[in-house]
């Protein structure tokens, strides 16, 4: 049972240097979204999608880009990292419908900006 | 809108004492709730969660929480702490009838169990 699988672990990055944070999930989950964990603030949604084709941004989505081609990937790009995006990044899925359903979470990716 | 209140970014415990870590929420709809565990360096893992139903919600370790609307608070309790307790524990609050809304989540509160 793999659930909602993340690579890379560990990351460290120049500023100025892109990257992507692989998300794979196979429960055949329609959503999917991305949070960023920082010390005394807790998780914070960065960009979400309810199905393949469709992302919208949460609360900080500044900096980053999605998209959502299939059905079981949500990679997280970041288009040109700055220190303020050093911070540990989780991948979540859950069925649609009701969003009472449980989410489930990668393991976490530690990203470092130089 | 959404939003949680966890109240202490610190609580300590000494093992087989009571654990409480409290929760607020602010919902314009009736809320889902959930607790969150965080082991170090690992993922989050669900420790229960309140959709509709019993107010008084059982989930793993042994913890339980009460769903209280007047208070609107959803507070976790454990009777008797353990070691293994030791770990961060996240509130969380997501709309009823929203299908696509983002679980939103508290700040976290640090639990430390000592001997």
């Known amino acids: 049972n793999a659930g909602v699988t993340q690579t890379p672990k560990f990351q460290v990055l120049k500023t100025g240097q892109s990257m992507t944070l692989q998300c794979a999930q196979d429960?055949?989950?329609?959503?999917m979204s991305w949070y960023r964990q920082d010390p005394g603030m807790g998780l914070r949604l960065i960009h979400y999608?309810?199905?393949?084709?469709?992302?919208d941004q949460g609360e900080v989505p500044n900096g980053y880009n999605v998209s959502r081609s299939t059905t079981e990937d949500f990679p997280l790009r970041l288009l040109s990292a700055a220190p303020s995006q050093t911070s540990v990044y989780f991948c979540?899925?859950?069925?649609?419908?009701?969003?009472?359903?449980?989410?489930?979470f990668g393991e976490g990716s530690w990203l470092t900006v130089v | 809108a959404q939003s949680v209140t966890q109240l202490g970014s610190h609580v300590s415990v000494s093992e087989g004492a009571l654990v409480l870590l409290r929760c607020n929420y602010s919902?314009?709809?009736?809320?889902?709730l959930f607790w969150y565990v965080q082991y170090p360096n690992q993922g989050l893992q669900l420790l229960l969660k309140?959709?509709?139903?019993?107010?008084l919600v059982k989930g793993i370790n042994g913890f339980e929480a009460e769903f209280k609307k007047s208070e609107t608070s959803f507070h976790l309790t454990k009777p008797s702490a353990h070691m293994s307790d030791a770990a961060e524990y996240f509130c969380?609050?997501?709309?009823?009838?929203?299908?696509?809304?983002?679980?939103?989540f508290g700040k976290g509160t640090t639990l430390s169990v000592s001997s």
């Open positions: 969380a609050v997501s709309g009823i009838n929203q299908a696509g809304t983002a679980l939103i």
């Open positions: 999608s309810v199905g393949a084709g469709i992302t």
């Open positions: 979540a899925s859950r069925e649609q419908g009701n969003s009472g359903n449980t989410i489930y």
């Open positions: 429960m055949n989950h329609e959503y």
């Open positions: 919902s314009s709809v009736p809320p889902y």
């Open positions: 309140y959709t509709t139903g019993a107010t």
